[in-house]
């Protein structure tokens, strides 16, 4: 599976944005999906993760109650609502995906997932 995100930008504190990841080569449902991030010097950090069967989302503490992320079939992507956006939040994010399901204590871990976008750069300014 190929994995192509975007909707990133340049955003003020407070603002929203809508990342989208395209997934060709594959059906969404039989994968588990993830978010991460990485900030300039620092190391990639999980955001979100969704199961395979949808039913079932976890989120880092940092962007509990703000961030959702979601599928949608129709258009085969997988999303991140991104909502009172932070300075902190300023990172490029990448999608990533693994064939099959994932246990919890995996979801967290960037060596879980086989497939990966090129990211997209998200800047929130103060």
């Known amino acids: 599976v190929q994995l192509q995100a975007s909707g990133g930008g340049l955003v003020q504190a407070g603002d929203s944005l809508r990342l989208s990841c395209a997934a060709s080569g594959g059906t969404l449902s039989r994968y588990a999906w993830a978010w991460f991030r990485q900030a300039p010097g620092k190391e990639r950090e999980f955001v979100a993760a969704i199961r395979r069967s949808g039913g079932h989302r976890y989120y880092a503490d940092s962007v509990k109650g703000r961030f959702t992320i979601s599928r949608d079939a129709d258009k085969n992507t997988v999303n991140l609502q991104m909502n009172m956006l932070k300075p902190e939040d300023t990172a490029v994010y990448y999608c990533?995906?693994?064939?099959?399901?994932?246990?919890?204590?995996?979801?967290?871990?960037?060596?879980?997932?086989?497939?990966w976008g090129q990211g997209t750069l998200v800047t929130v300014s103060s």
């Open positions: 990533a995906g693994k064939s099959g399901d994932i246990i919890l204590s995996a979801t967290r871990s960037s060596t879980s997932y086989h497939y």
